[in-house]
């Protein structure tokens, strides 16, 4: 089973350092654990939805040149936000804020939502 970091860990039989954002492979027995402990979770479903929205992003950066400069500085704001404001802003786009999570990490969590 695949499964995506949420919370980084040391798997305590490989010794290995998995980090937030990475896809891993787990027995079940193993996913139900990490992800009662909130390290882990599911991936979101990347085929439905792939194709069309890179498709759709390329017609809206030919359009307007507006939508390049936007996304830089939606990153810079959120160097500024408290740990508050960056928890609120990943549960808000639907993503996962762990509660031992640091402001690094959810800066990077929310930039890739």
Do not use: C, W
Not at 74 to 98: C, H, S, W, Y
């Amino acid at each position: 089973m695949i499964a995506l970091v949420t919370y980084p860990y040391r798997d305590r039989e490989t010794l290995a350092v998995h980090l937030v954002g990475e896809e891993v492979e787990l027995t079940d027995e193993r996913f139900a654990e990490l992800s009662a402990g909130g390290f882990v979770d599911l991936p979101p479903a990347e085929p439905e939805g792939s194709a069309e929205p890179v498709e759709d992003d390329s017609a809206e950066d030919e359009d307007s040149g507006d939508v390049a400069p936007e996304q830089p500085a939606a990153e810079k704001p959120a160097n500024d936000m408290t740990v508050q404001q960056l928890r609120d802003a990943i549960e808000a786009a639907n993503g996962f804020a762990p509660r031992r999570a640091t402001k690094a990490e959810l800066t990077a969590i929310l930039a890739a939502l």
